[in-house]
């Protein structure tokens, strides 16, 4: 069986222990919708590490004086935060695969001006090949 920090495996009083909280603290939140641990079969709770460890933040955002409905909103916003993160990597790695899968799509090179002239793949920046000859001007000519 693998287990990650999302297993759920502690039962409440092994939970309440990790935390420092009371049992009926534990269930309060469930109740609250603070934290939502898994169930087994017969009902029962199944905390994992993650929500001992969000049920440690709770405590700490309490202790500091926020109050039950503030620490909900606090603890959504910071769930929204981290999906939103986790989107941005995956739509990051996508754009580095696309990148990869794609090479020489836009190339870009100085035209004879000095400016930036975007060229297709395999294309050249087209330069004046003019020979030019100079000869000064008033001797005897």
């Known amino acids: 069986m693998d287990m990650d920090a999302d297993t759920p495996v502690f039962a409440i009083a092994a939970a309440a222990e990790l935390a420092g909280m009371h049992p009926q603290t534990l269930r309060q ?55 939103l993160s986790e989107r941005v990597r995956e739509l990051e790695h996508a754009l580095a695969d696309e990148l990869l899968a794609r090479p020489g799509r836009r190339v870009f090179a100085a035209g004879t001006e000095g400016d930036v002239v975007s060229l297709r793949a395999g294309e050249r920046v087209r330069r004046n090949n003019a020979v030019v000859v100079w000869r000064q001007l008033g001797r005897g000519e």
Do not use: H
């Not at 933040?57 to 769930?79: D, F, P, T, V």
């Open 29 to 83: 939140y469930d109740r609250l919708g603070l934290v939502s641990p898994g169930r087994t079969a017969g009902q029962s709770r199944r905390y994992s590490l993650r929500d001992v460890a969000q049920l440690r933040e709770i405590a700490a955002l309490s202790a500091e004086g926020l109050n039950l409905e503030g620490i909900k909103r606090i603890l959504s916003l910071e769930n929204q935060v981290a999906a």
